[in-house]
Structures are given as C-alpha cells and as structure tokens.
C-alpha cells in the first residue's frame, strides 16, 4: 500500500550545466501530470511522462525542472557599421556647413557613441540538460516512492487497527442478537397464548405473528456477509500496486451491512456499537482517499 502523496526532489549537474527536479504528488481519484519544463524541451515530455507512470498509478503528480548552465554564454562585441559611418559623415558635413575647421575625425569621436557598439551573449542551446533531466527525475521519483511507501505503511498500520476493532466487536453483537431473538420469542409465546385464547382463532393473523417474529432481528445473513468483507481486507491491505479504489469498494459493502444490522437491532447497548462500527468505517473511508 502506497500514499497518493509525497514529495521528491533530486539535483544532478555536468560540467556544462546542472538540472534541478521537484516531484509533488497529490490526492486525485485519477491520473493526471503537470509538466512544468524549461523553453524547447517539449520533445523530453513523453520520456518524462513514461518514467512517471512507471511509478504512480493513481493522483495528481506535478513536476518541477529547472536547467541552470555552469559556463557562462560566451560574449560578443556587434558593430552598427553603416550607423558609424552616418555618424562621420554628418559630423564632417556639419563642419563644413558651420564653417569649422574639424580636422581629421578619429575614433574616439566614434568611440563616444555606446548605440554603435553592442555587447551580446551567444545563444545557447534551449535542450541543454535535458538528457540529464532524465536521470534527475529518476531520483526524484526514488524519493518520492520512498515516502509514499512509508506513508502508506502509517496508512496500513491504522486500517489494521480498526478492522481489529470491527471484528472484535462481532462476537457482542451475535450476543445480544441472540438475547434480542429471545425476547421476541418468549413475546411471541405470550401473543401466541393470547390469540389462542380468542375465538375463533384467527389463522392469518397467527401466520403473521409467527412470520415476524422469525425474521425480525435476524442478522445472520448480515454477519456473514460481514465476516466475509472484514476476512477481504487483509490481503487488501497487503497488495501491491493501486488499491485505493478496491479499498473503498470494501468499505461501502461493509458499511452497509453494518447500517443493516443497526436498522434491526433492538437493543441500545447493541446499537451504540453499531454506531461505533460505523464511526470506524467512516474514519477508514476518509483515509482511503489518500490511497494509491
């Protein structure tokens, strides 16, 4: 048995750069991944996607992939030549048109202009570290299975528990059953000696008596069933793979017999522990929502 949730996160690096993966995985009744990948590395997608549902079945699973270069981008110098060029050239005709003597123009009057010279950065490649992606979501992955694995212990541990609890109270419950079943046959007995005492006797109402008091608050047929679920859940509980969804099947069974047996019984002692049960059921029913 798996926890739904979990957290991993692993870092790898090269020479060239370094790969960064966080792995979140929350409840969800079906699968669904969120992607979130650096700018050109839609191509890795699929791979990812496959690595991913090699080990979560079931939920909600998002990733983070940040690709950071260890090199810096090597820098180059750009020269507008034709804005140069204009440059000079107006500079000598707005000599000639103020009547200045300007000489020979140089570089440096060139070299005062920054729009003419621009420092760049060479493009790097977008899928830089994407094939060490790979391997980083790998370990994540091995992180997050680790702590969904031992979530999913605490998970089992606490179902155990309260299936113990359920079956414990099973044989109390056949008990007072069986105290309830006396009552209604001694009431029966004392209804039969009235009726008999009528005149004349009334056939269909004996036939109705006697129908009633052997079905009402019989819980045999309830009790198997329930025996039967309860025995279900251990190996349940000890499956490998996805049993979030066979869990909770389980559980609706095994609360509706529970709802059943209350629905007859006719003593309180024997209804409070029905409502006990089902307060079991129910805290199992709400934790399941965190199964795999």
Request: hydrophobic share 40%; net charge positive.
């Amino acid at each position: 048995m798996r926890s739904m949730t979990g957290f991993g996160r692993a870092e790898l690096s090269n020479r060239r750069v370094q790969v960064a993966v966080e792995v979140r995985a929350l409840n969800q009744r079906f699968f669904e991944l969120r992607l979130n990948l650096p700018r050109g590395w839609g191509e890795q997608e699929a791979e990812m996607r496959k690595l991913v549902q090699e080990v979560v079945e079931r939920g909600r699973v998002e990733i983070f992939v940040r690709a950071t270069a260890l090199v810096p981008a090597r820098a180059m110098l750009r020269v507008n030549e034709e804005l140069a060029r204009n440059y000079v050239a107006e500079l000598k005709r707005l000599g000639r048109k103020l009547g200045l003597d300007n000489g020979r123009i140089g570089l440096e009057a060139v070299l005062q202009r920054p729009e003419i010279f621009r420092v760049v950065e060479e493009e790097s490649d977008p899928t830089l570290g994407a094939d060490l992606a790979l391997s980083t979501l790998r370990q994540a992955l091995k992180e997050l299975e680790r702590e969904r694995v031992r979530e999913g212990r605490a998970l089992r541990g606490d179902f155990e528990q309260r299936v113990e609890r359920l079956v414990a109270a099973l044989p109390e419950i056949e008990k007072l059953a069986q105290q309830a079943r006396e009552e209604i046959r001694a009431n029966f007995e004392a209804r039969m000696r009235e009726l008999l005492g009528e005149a004349p006797i009334n056939e269909k109402r004996l036939f109705e008596e006697a129908l009633g008091a052997a079905h009402h608050g019989d819980i045999s047929e309830e009790m198997t069933r329930l025996r039967i679920h309860l025995k279900a859940m251990g190996p349940l509980l000890r499956r490998r793979g996805a049993v979030g969804k066979s869990i909770e099947f389980l559980l609706q069974e095994i609360n509706r017999e529970i709802n059943t047996i209350g629905a007859k019984s006719q003593d309180a002692r024997m209804s409070q522990i029905t409502v006990e049960m089902k307060g079991e059921v129910e805290k199992m029913r709400e934790q399941v929502q965190n199964v795999e």
